[in-house]
């Protein structure tokens, strides 16, 4: 992949060193950040890369989660062979087993021949399954019979084909909230889940922005023959208090159109879109809703910290009991908890009490 299509997470900063990760094998993978919560999943990524092991990597849309199965894939001993991704929400339902198995010739109409299947072309190497949880109930025992087994048949096939896969499988959703609900079966779940990877969104990528920004002008800069040496202070203050929804492809997709947009050596960007776009969301957000996105603010300004004279239930004006009981109402302790664990640990034993 080139560094245009680049999805902004190639390791840069002081935290980039040797030490933690191998820069000469990381560098096809694109990996930009300095952040503590970035770098975890990164050493995540290169403590599994080889166990041969399935991976769950979890993280909301734009994260950037085939970038870093990618990652595994490169550091692993696999690395010589094939990485063949397939996302599950981007075929019909009617289709995927074709598309993971293969068919035989004459299996349906249409079928004039043979077709290897993803599982099959992943053979010695990586099959990165994206969107796993929009897999139907119906293939599911199919997809865990194959990883346990490593073994399938083709469509229209009773003979078995052997293959040795290992799985990637990334989502944005919670899936053992779907295996509550029976949407998702517990037991491929836990066949996936033996070592997750969790990728932070970008808002709370302490400093990524900066970088992020940085490389995708220089990127795309390059690609339409411009030079821009300078971001706005302006410009960047409004990156860094947005909260990103849409996570890196979004500040992306932003940063080329104002690339395309700017004439001169200073990035022009469209920052009043992201003024309206967040005081659109606040216009349909509940009183809930925007509780939550305050306190979440505030913590992340305190970095997680909850009680003290600078902690977020100060800055509230709340007691700091208060702050805990609305924060496990909101279901917003975790992410608190998240931010900074040796500031939060003794709230959160309060809040359990």
Not at 161 to 171: E, F, N, P, S
Not at 214 to 242: C, L, N, W
Not at 303 to 315: F, P
Request: glycine residues 8%.
């Amino acid at each position: 992949m080139a560094d245009e299509s680049s999805d902004g997470l190639r390791p840069r900063g002081p935290a980039a060193g040797p030490g933690r990760l191998d820069e000469t094998t990381m560098a096809a993978c694109h990996l930009i950040g300095s952040s503590a919560k970035f770098w975890a999943a990164l050493d995540d990524a290169r403590i599994v890369a080889a166990a041969d092991c399935a991976v769950l990597v979890r993280g909301e849309t734009g994260t950037g989660k085939e970038e870093i199965a990618r990652a595994i894939h490169e550091l692993s001993p696999r690395r010589r062979n094939r990485f063949v991704a397939l996302n599950c929400s981007a075929i019909p339902a009617a289709l995927l087993e074709t598309e993971l198995f293969g068919h035989e010739r004459g299996a349906f109409t249409g079928a004039v021949a043979p077709r290897v299947g993803r599982f099959q072309a992943a053979d010695r190497g990586t099959l990165f399954l994206d969107e796993i949880g929009e897999l139907s109930l119906e293939l599911q025992p199919k997809l865990l019979r194959a990883l346990q087994q490593q073994e399938f048949e083709r469509v229209g096939s009773s003979q078995p084909t052997r293959v040795d896969v290992r799985i990637v499988a990334a989502t944005n959703q919670d899936l053992l909230a779907m295996v509550k609900q029976r949407r998702f079966r517990a037991d491929l779940y836990y066949r996936l889940n033996v070592f997750p990877v969790t990728l932070p969104p970008l808002r709370e990528r302490d400093g990524d922005i900066a970088l992020l920004a940085a490389h995708f002008v220089d990127t795309f800069a390059r690609r339409h023959g411009k030079s821009i040496p300078r971001i706005p202070d302006q410009v960047m203050k409004a990156f860094e208090e947005y909260d990103w929804p849409g996570n890196i492809r979004e500040l992306q997709n932003l940063i080329e159109r104002s690339v395309i947009l700017t004439a001169g050596d200073e990035l022009r960007a469209p920052i009043e879109e992201l003024r309206n776009h967040e005081a659109q969301a606040d216009d349909v957000r509940t009183l809930a809703d925007a509780d939550r996105a305050h306190i979440l603010a505030t913590l992340r300004r305190t970095k997680g910290v909850v009680g003290g004279r600078d902690g977020a239930a100060a800055r509230l004006g709340l007691v700091r009991t208060t702050l805990i009981a609305k924060m496990r109402k909101l279901g917003i302790a975790r992410e608190a908890s998240d931010q900074s664990r040796e500031h939060v640990d003794s709230d959160q034993r309060a809040m359990a009490t």
